[in-house]
């Protein structure tokens, strides 16, 4: 079975642009989480998404958002970059009645200018 | 707030020795604490899971305990390898999974 990949691999924006990454779970997991990685904060949680659905959400602005779709593949898009927002975000999914058991991609590094 | 943190932040060690490592949490209400380990450039690796009910979990080499009433856990890692440099980090699941800021490992040849 493929893992969960995560596209693009690397990313480099300027300050007030906005951003997309897409993250494909495996086949058959409908539960999918994302994380920001920072070398200050560590890995936080930003939101998971089961069957089109926010289930839940971390402590961060508007500005970042998420959806998923009809075939579990879930994007996070983040607004008005700013510089803290450079980080590795991953993308974990998990499959149903099993949402503890998580399955990491490898992560999409995103460098803010 | 959860606030989980790891101790050591680095650790350096010879080939073979047994260690030892951390992750200390504030709020005992938690499902379950997992530790995952991470390689440069990858995502993280599920290695154990230890549900609040538990004291401790077994794989191979590793062995993590969970005290929940005290806040802490150890990862005991045994006759540790080169293989088993990364970085290991500690994550407690409440409403959500609060990870810790990790411990990175070098095994030494």
């Known amino acids: 079975k493929a893992g969960v990949t995560q596209t693009p691999r690397y990313l480099i924006k300027t300050r007030g642009q906005q951003v997309t990454l897409s993250c494909s779970p495996i086949?058959?997991?409908?539960?999918v989480s994302w994380y920001q990685q920072t070398p200050g904060q560590g890995l936080q949680f930003l939101f998971e998404?089961?069957?089109?659905?926010?289930?839940n959400k971390g402590n961060f602005p508007g500005r970042f958002s998420g959806r998923q779709f009809s075939n579990s593949r879930s994007e996070m898009n983040v607004s008005t970059l700013e510089l803290g927002d450079s980080a590795l975000y991953l993308c974990?999914?998990?499959?149903?009645?099993?949402?503890?058991?998580?399955?990491f991609g490898p992560g999409t590094r995103l460098t803010v200018l | 707030k959860q606030e989980v943190t790891q101790i050591p932040a680095a650790l350096s060690v010879p080939e073979g020795e047994n260690l030892v490592l951390n992750c200390s949490f504030t709020?005992?209400?938690?499902?379950?604490l997992q530790w995952f380990r991470q390689d440069p450039g990858k995502g993280l690796t599920s290695l154990l899971l230890?549900?609040?009910?538990?004291r401790e979990q077994t794989s191979g080499r590793l062995n993590a305990s969970l005290d929940k009433s005290s806040g802490r856990s150890t990862l005991y890692i045994a006759a540790s390898q080169p293989g088993d440099s990364a970085t290991y980090l500690c994550?407690?699941?409440?409403?959500?999974?609060?990870f810790g800021t990790g411990t990175s490992l070098t095994v030494i040849p």
């Open positions: 086949s058959g997991h409908r539960s």
């Open positions: 974990a999914s998990s499959p149903a009645g099993a949402t503890d058991t998580q399955y």
């Open positions: 230890i549900q609040s009910s538990q």
């Open positions: 709020d005992s209400a938690i499902y379950n």
């Open positions: 994550a407690v699941r409440g409403n959500q999974f609060y």
């Open positions: 998404y089961f069957s089109e659905t926010q289930r």
